[in-house]
């Protein structure tokens, strides 16, 4: 249980823990919800571990707190879910009712939880005994739908100017430490690069002169390269390994009157809303002076009012386009005026003071968007969102073929196929809920 506000504490501060409000709780006083995810799951020396058990698993939550579409990257309830994937190498499901009132219901979350997890362990997505990948392992071997296969067989590199840079003249340093370092197998890492086709045109440097392994989709394939080729069942199944090492991170938003009797589970992806006009400036001498919110309504086009949840479409009005109105007022006072703002903000002075709010929300339409799945009209689903933990790129990190494969729902809960079929395929029964 947190104790604070957001972030983490600094190093060598002390966190006493104190019982919490009933058996088996505790309180940890002044932390912050990253601190209490990493003092509970430290695969080391964390709270679960002291007590003498493994933490096969995290769940975080349940959260009153919004973290749907942009808000995912800010909300304190995925900082710490994903603290504790990162740092513990335990799957984690961070659950949460996407509303700031703090009196808002959770009966529905907590009956969405139980049978989301219901779902994962009848398939057998982890390891109920033990887990798989805490403490982490050191590096990732190369692995099907992961950046850690860059340059094998199942992930090519696109031409010879790239094998040249990556792994030919110029990376010796990088040899030379794998070869030194416990997980290598030889060389870079076990990988032996293989490129996808031939040179960059568009490249001006010098002939690389590389002279690895082509794979020519356009040419026939021998047996063993087909068998590299990733199909949507391989995908699921990188997708449920991804999850058992705490490199995928699960959250489950659920409307506050969310009903398992009545509502539906929908899988998603993060919506397309975010925040603007957040920063009022005052030019007034005095901080007090009055503030009035922006109800210009928008003439450029906007198809989609902003409306709070609940009200009626009367109560709509257009957002600002703050990009077109920039463009029309470039238009129409010159290129070269750049100290002219959309905003018409006084050029050459400095504010007396700033004023930072909650912004006007902005949400568009999106196919599969976990906004709309939850706040769409008549909608009211519990959104199950993949995340991955790591930035693009990294050798942790599922790449995007695998993260389209998670949209693909299971036709009977609407849950992700990949987190209800089993090893064998089959979908197992969750107990409750409407499909």
């Not at 040179?199 to 040419?219: I, L, Q």
């Not at 449920?240 to 938003?253: M, Q, S, Y």
Request: charged share 20%; aromatic share 6%.
């Amino acid at each position: 249980k947190k104790g604070g506000g957001g972030g983490r504490c600094r190093d060598g501060a002390r966190l006493f823990l104190d019982p919490g409000p009933f058996p088996e709780c505790w309180h940890l006083k002044g932390a912050s919800a990253e601190d209490a995810a990493l003092c509970g799951a430290d695969p080391t020396a964390g709270l679960v571990v002291s007590l003498g058990f493994q933490c096969v698993m995290c769940v975080v939550g349940i959260a009153r707190e919004p973290c749907l579409g942009e808000d995912f990257v800010g909300a304190s309830c995925t900082n710490a879910g994903r603290r504790t994937a990162v740092s513990s190498g335990t799957p984690t499901v961070v659950v949460a009712v996407p509303t700031t009132s703090k009196n808002a219901p959770v009966a529905g979350a907590r009956s969405a939880l139980e049978i989301v997890l219901l779902h994962i362990k009848k398939s057998r997505v982890i390891d109920l005994e033990s887990p798989r990948n805490s403490p982490r392992s050191h590096f990732p071997f190369p692995t099907k739908a992961r950046w850690a296969g860059l340059g094998s067989d199942a992930f090519p590199l696109p031409d010879d100017d790239m094998a040249s840079a990556l792994y030919g003249a110029g990376t010796n340093s990088y040899a030379e430490f794998a070869s030194k370092d416990c997980w290598s197998l030889g060389g870079l890492g076990g990988v032996s690069p293989v490129v996808r086709g031939g040179g960059d045109a568009g490249y001006k440097g010098a002939d690389s002169g590389y002279s690895g392994t082509r794979f020519n989709p356009g040419e026939e394939q021998k047996e063993d390269e087909k068998e590299t080729r990733l199909n949507a069942q391989s995908l699921r199944a990188s997708l449920r390994d991804a999850f058992r090492d705490g490199d995928l991170l699960l959250t489950l938003n659920v409307p506050p009157l969310w009903s398992p009797a009545r509502d539906e589970f929908a899988t998603c992806r993060p919506g397309v809303l975010w925040r603007q006009e957040r920063v009022t400036a005052l030019f007034a001498k005095s901080s007090d002076a009055p503030m009035e919110a922006s109800t210009k309504n928008d003439t450029w086009g906007r198809t989609l009012p902003v409306a709070s949840i609940g009200s009626s479409a009367s109560d709509a009005r257009f957002v600002r386009q703050l990009a077109t109105e920039r463009l029309v007022e470039q238009r129409e006072f010159g290129l070269g005026n750049q100290a002219r703002q959309a905003t018409s903000a006084p050029p050459g002075e400095a504010p007396v003071c700033f004023v930072v709010n909650g912004g006007v929300v902005v949400a568009d339409d999106c196919v599969a968007g976990d906004v709309d799945a939850v706040f769409g009209v008549g909608v009211g689903k519990a959104a199950v969102t993949a995340h991955v933990v790591w930035p693009i790129g990294h050798p942790f990190a599922l790449r995007e073929d695998a993260t389209v494969e998670a949209l693909r729902p299971c036709p009977e809960t609407g849950l992700p196929l990949w987190l209800v079929e089993d090893l064998e395929g089959n979908i197992g029964n969750g107990g409750g809920g409407s499909s």
